[in-house]
């Protein structure tokens, strides 16, 4: 069971004003946070965050819009973190996540869609290494 996990609030939901509300719903599920910073990638690094997708369709308008404004990312530490929060902020398309979850509540499309959460331990660590030095961790 990993204990940490990294989340990105994305352009579309910092542009809206949800930051503070997304935040509220993350320490109210029982994340600590350890790591939180306001900034903006440029298409360098977004590309590279997201290099894994490079060969599929929606690469280049991702890209994009990850670049378009600025991100909040931070690193979140719970038992069973990147699972647990992968539930919390429910399905890449909002349309089919759950009821109650970051995305249903606050996504508006299928690339849209509020805020990024690490698929497993090792991606955690990798995404949260891309943002944070060790200073900037507590
Ligand atoms: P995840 O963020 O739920 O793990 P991934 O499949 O890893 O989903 O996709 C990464 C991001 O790429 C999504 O969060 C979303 O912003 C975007 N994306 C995924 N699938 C599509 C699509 O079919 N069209 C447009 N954008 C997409």
Sequence with gaps: MGKQ??????????????????????QEAGFRIVALKLTR?????????????????????????????PVVAAILEK???????RKLIGATDPAKAEEG????LYAESVERNAIHGSDSDEN????????FSALERV
């Design 5 to 26: 996990t990294f989340t990105m609030i994305k352009p579309d939901a910092f542009a809206k004003g949800y930051t503070g509300a997304i935040l509220a719903k993350i």
């Design 101 to 104: 979850t970051i995305r249903k």
């Design 79 to 85: 038992d069973n973190a990147v699972e647990d929060f």
């Design 124 to 131: 955690a660590r990798i995404e949260s290494d891309f943002f």
């Design 41 to 69: 990638l440029t298409a360098e690094k977004a590309a590279a965050f997201y290099a894994v997708h490079r060969e599929r369709p929606f690469y280049q308008s991702l890209v994009e819009f990850m670049s378009s404004g």
